[in-house]
């Protein structure tokens, strides 16, 4: 059965059908949910609540294939994890960490080292793409290994539109659709220590010479006193938009979010207040399901 997995993921990585065109077009609502009157009007491209039980709530284009950003990294999370590698191991930031795709810069300076838990903190907290990229290269058999992982894993959760690249989310070949993502963030919920970083609102790492530094989440809602938080993910990269994964619990009903492709800075923020307004509307008094 493994050895299926395996050709299967390797299938998934090459397969022509998530290579369609990324280019913003004026798509097409294809639930109905969206399209009702008195639902929110949502800047994200695609969007997608769905309850505990995996109904779904609020549907808006769903199955759209497109680029993910840094959601990525709750799947470089669960691969970390699972490989069972010991946390308390120092790993250093070397030149194979720097992000020669995007020129993106990192506070985390060359030859920094940071246990593999304080790295994993890192990137799901701040979504530190240093230490993402770390975390990947020195899992067993190094990044294309690690890769290989993150999509083998993507089949056994179902996630048959998404495909990975990279461990950091900055490469536009990262894609998935919002109902996979659901799919990924309800796993990534079973994980005890991402809960717990993802949301983190801050923490600080010692670095070299006595030197500290402090990192915040890169969420504002998980300082809002309004919101009930559970698991929490964003992510950007011109490609991609403004990105917002979360688990949540809004008018008593724990529920999925996700928000893909938003424009604007705050737009993903609007997006999840604007649906978290809805539904207390919607399911006030009604804490089943």
Known sequence: MRWLI?????????????????????????????????????????????????????AKNIDNVVPIASITKLMTAMVVIDAGLPLTD???????????????RSRLRIGTALTRRELLHLALMASENRAAEALSRVYPGG??????????KA?????????FVDGTGLSSDNVSTAQDLSKMVAAAYNYPLIREFTT????????????????????????????????????????????????????????????????GKMTRIGDANRLKRWMETRYSGDASG
């Open 155 to 163: 089949i056994e959760l179902g996630m048959w539109r998404t495909r």
């Open 200 to 263: 983190d609102t801050g923490t600080t790492v010692q670095v070299a010479k006595g030197r500290s530094m402090s990192y915040s989440n890169s969420n504002r809602l998980v300082k809002s006193h309004e919101w009930q938080i559970g698991l929490s993910k964003t992510g950007y990269i011109s490609e991609a938009g403004r990105c917002l994964v979360m688990q949540a619990k809004i008018a008593g009903k724990p529920v999925i979010i996700v928000l893909l492709d938003s424009w």
């Open 6 to 58: 395996v050709i299967l993921a390797v299938l998934l990585a090459a397969s022509p059908a998530l290579s369609e065109p990324q280019e913003r077009t004026a798509r097409k609502v294809k639930s109905a949910i969206a399209g009702r009157t008195g639902v929110p009007d949502l800047k994200s491209s695609s969007a997608l609540v769905v309850d505990q039980s995996g109904r779904t709530l609020f």
């Open 90 to 104: 120092r790993i250093v930031i070397s030149e194979n960490d720097k992000d020669l795709l995007k020129g993106t």
């Open 143 to 152: 990044s294309k290994a690690f890769v290989a992982t993150m999509n083998q």
